[in-house]
């Protein structure tokens, strides 16, 4: 690819340098390549080793330049020549001495040299340093921007700085490979962004195919870095079709291949990387493209693949026999980590919490933080595996060490689900001592409102409604007044529970239900209040209620509460409507008993009423239905009122009947006596006529 023809990249390049805001690249930052056996986001120690073997293999293409740099001063190529013989603080001395010899611009040779030993050598800081003493301003002066003007592009604003030698070039190149490289190690977009500028700078001023190349390469890296992947992949493409591309950027097209889903390029790339390490003699990445392999499998769901290619990652854990105990290195720590997700995809959790439990006392290196990501994974598979005992032990150590850490809000995914299965279980066997004993025990854990409602709910079974008003209080306040009408009706039964009722009232009235179940709910809460007031002798307002609660719960039982409360304060014309309703509604054959208990009862209320007629007409029709010994009594009452009401309509021979049979039913019942009785007085009266 001539650099006439790379006008078109240096157009891509200037575009792609700024088609991110800040923003958007914080939040797409370095995304993990393969699929976590739980959750994608949290398999960080996969980026670890990604940005440490792209960094190595960085170091390795450092070596090669040293080994391919013609320096002009003999002495210089002399003392580069120690670093061949692993006595590179030797070589960095004597160019030391002779910087020290010189002066400005002879300097900018020997400290080249000192600044590619370092970084040969993945010593960062100390390379950076000596890059920077060459670079003299290298992005020269800035134009000027007054207020009413608009910010130039990047591809104007770079256009009008200075330009660079090619030995500045070459400088800035390295410096900027090296920013980048720290920039991705520790999260800075800011850096990268940096650093990509000074891709762009060599790329287009520079003439020297290998610089320019490279610097296209390192802009395509941070496209990957980016989350800018297809971007990426048509530089990476070009720039390996032209034979430009070296090792360490192939081993980053093979990633942004993953992530773009290209499995079969993946794949190839990470061959040939296998390849290349295996030629090299470089264990550690031979296990790292083993590793590669083998997610490549896991996400075709090839595992019997899988086991082989990670079994392939070498450890040197039991390498050294006069060792007592062993020891991690990166292979194992590799291995292990990769097998123990392969049986969380088979949900073979046991085996997963056995493989990490060898590297649980494991030194990890620093940036892996693993001492962090350990706990989350145990914490996940005992949750999986239904221990949630042990996995509440490691959360609370989790919490303990690391408050502040991200992952806090997945571990409450977690708290929650153990915490409402700890108090829903005696729930649900209305063992509410059980639940009361779990909220004190995790009271500080417990926050969802569904585990708070049954805790409110058991504190007011247990006969405690001041603790149960304090969490409605909470839950309904906390969120507004109609957020939560299941909160809202508990929250009216602890009031009605504290003889608070005009606070109930209050809160009854803002229910204002919106569906067919917020409609129960308040139906619940207007039955309760129904029942307060009947406690209270309060009949008219207790009737009110039951009538409204019965009309949206359909449930006979209210029915017969709202018909017996109206007799109760004298409506018993009102109690007549609402026992034919009942009678109206029960189909006589299926809901007999309740057809029966409701004409029983519009007898009682017809008689009230002095409707001798209608109460022979009910009870006449109910008297034959009730058989059951159980239904003697009212059997008996119905006989009773059947003779009173012939009696009232001077009907002296049926009555006498009656009451006879009344008699006859039990006659030592309280009503049997009475029957009796007016039999006596009946003929009595007759004697005397006669």
């Known amino acids: 690819m001539s650099k006439s023809f790379s006008k078109i990249f240096l157009i891509i390049f200037a575009i792609t340098c700024g088609v991110v805001s800040l923003p958007a690249l914080v939040h797409a930052g370095f995304t993990p390549s393969v699929v976590h056996a739980l959750d994608s986001k949290k398999s960080v120690w996969r980026n670890y080793y990604r940005d440490k073997f792209f960094y190595d293999m960085h170091?390795?293409?450092?070596?090669?330049?040293?080994?391919?740099?013609?320096?002009?001063?003999?002495?210089?190529?002399?003392a580069v020549k120690l670093?061949?013989?692993?006595?590179w603080r030797d070589s960095v001395n004597t160019l030391r001495d002779m910087a020290t010899d010189l002066g400005p611009p002879d300097t900018d040779e020997i400290y080249f040299a000192i600044a590619l030993i370092y970084e040969s050598f993945g010593l960062t800081p100390e390379a950076l340093g000596y890059y920077?003493?060459?670079e003299e301003d290298p992005y020269g002066d800035k134009p000027e921007v007054t207020e009413e003007a608009s910010p130039p592009l990047l591809s104007e604003r770079l256009a009008k700085e200075k330009p660079l030698s090619e030995f500045q070039l070459r400088t800035l190149l390295r410096s900027s490979f090296l920013k980048s490289i720290d920039a991705i190690n520790y999260g800075s977009v800011i850096e990268m962004v940096k650093a990509d500028k000074g891709f762009y700078k060599v790329?287009?001023?520079?003439?020297?195919?290998?610089?320019?190349?490279?610097?296209?390469?390192?802009?395509?890296?941070m496209l990957y870095g980016f989350g800018k992947h297809a971007y990426a992949e048509v530089i990476f493409s070009k720039l390996d079709a032209d034979g430009l591309l070296d090792p360490a950027y192939s081993f980053v097209r093979a990633e942004n291949h993953m992530n773009l889903g290209r499995l079969i390029s993946a794949?190839?790339?990470?061959?040939?990387?296998?390849?290349?390490?295996?030629?090299?003699?470089?264990?550690q990445l031979l296990s790292y493209a083993n590793l590669r392999l083998g997610d490549i499998a896991v996400k075709r769901g090839d595992y019997k693949q899988a086991e082989l290619l990670y079994n392939e990652i070498r450890s040197n854990r039991w390498s050294d026999p006069s060792k007592k105990e062993p020891t991690a290195d990166e292979g194992f720590i590799m291995r292990t980590l990769a097998f123990a997700e392969l049986r969380m995809l088979e949900n073979k959790y046991e085996k997963s919490i056995l493989l990490l439990l060898d590297l649980e006392d494991e030194i990890f290196p620093p940036r892996l933080e693993m001492s962090r990501s350990l706990p989350l994974y145990f914490i996940y598979l005992y949750d999986h595996s239904g221990q949630g005992e042990k996995a509440f032990a490691r959360i609370e150590d989790f919490l303990q060490y690391y408050p502040k850490n991200p992952w806090v809000k997945d571990i409450w995914v977690v708290i929650d689900r153990y915490i409402y299965k700890t108090i829903a279980d005696p729930y649900a066997k209305n063992d509410y001592e059980g639940v009361l004993n779990a909220y004190y025990k995790f009271k500080k854990y417990v926050r969802q409102r569904r585990?708070?409602?049954?805790?409110?709910?058991?504190?007011?079974?247990?006969?405690?409604?001041?603790e149960s008003k304090k969490i409605f209080e909470k839950l309904v306040i906390g969120e507004g007044r109609q957020s939560d009408r299941k909160a809202v009706s508990g929250l009216i039964r602890a009031h009605i529970g504290l003889g608070e009722v005009e606070e109930a009232e209050r809160w009854l009235k803002e229910m204002k239900p919106r569906n067919e179940r917020e409609q129960r709910l308040?139906?619940?809460?207007?039955?309760?209040?129904?029942?307060?007031?009947?406690?209270?002798?309060?009949?008219?307002?207790?009737?009110?209620f039951y009538e409204q609660a019965g009309s949206v719960l359909k449930d006979p039982e209210i029915y017969f509460k709202e018909a017996d409360t109206m007799s109760l304060y004298g409506d018993d014309k009102g109690s007549v409507r609402v026992y034919n309703e009942i009678i109206g509604l029960y189909n006589e054959l299926e809901e007999a008993a309740i057809r029966l208990r409701a004409?029983?009862?519009?007898?009682?209320?017809?008689?009230?009423?002095?409707?001798?007629?209608?109460?022979?007409?009910?009870?006449?029709?109910?008297?034959?239905?009730?058989?059951?010994?159980?239904?003697?009594?009212?059997?008996?009452?119905?006989?009773?009122?059947?003779?009173?009401?012939?009696?009232?309509?001077?009907?002296?021979?049926?009555?006498?009947?009656a009451w006879q049979r009344a008699v006859e039913l039990n006659s030592e019942s309280e009503l049997g006596r009475l029957s009796a009785e007016r039999i006596k007085e009946m003929k009595a009266w007759d004697a005397a006529r006669t």
Not at 203 to 221: D, N
Not at 451 to 466: E, H, K, Q, R, V
Not at 644 to 651: A, G
Request: charged share 35%; net charge neutral; glycine share 2%.
């Open 83 to 87: 670093r061949y013989e692993e006595d």
């Open 203 to 221: 790329f287009s001023e520079s003439e020297e195919v290998k610089l320019w190349s490279t610097a296209l390469a390192g802009h395509a890296v």
């Open 59 to 78: 170091i390795m293409n450092a070596k090669k330049d040293l080994e391919e740099i013609r320096f002009d001063d003999y002495n210089v190529r002399k």
């Open 267 to 283: 794949e190839l790339i990470f061959r040939k990387i296998h390849d290349y390490a295996a030629a090299q003699e470089n264990i």
């Open 522 to 544: 308040e139906a619940d809460s207007k039955l309760l209040m129904a029942d307060y007031y009947y406690r209270l002798a309060r009949y008219r307002e207790a009737a009110f």
């Open 599 to 657: 004409m029983t009862s519009l007898g009682e209320s017809y008689f009230k009423l002095k409707d001798y007629k209608n109460t022979l007409r009910v009870m006449k029709k109910a008297e034959p239905l009730l058989v059951e010994q159980s239904e003697l009594s009212k059997k008996q009452r119905a006989l009773y009122l059947i003779g009173e009401s012939n009696y009232k309509l001077d009907r002296r021979e049926p009555a006498l009947n």
């Open 451 to 466: 585990a708070n409602i049954m805790i409110a709910t058991a504190f007011m079974d247990a006969g405690l409604p001041s």
């Open 132 to 134: 920077k003493r060459i």
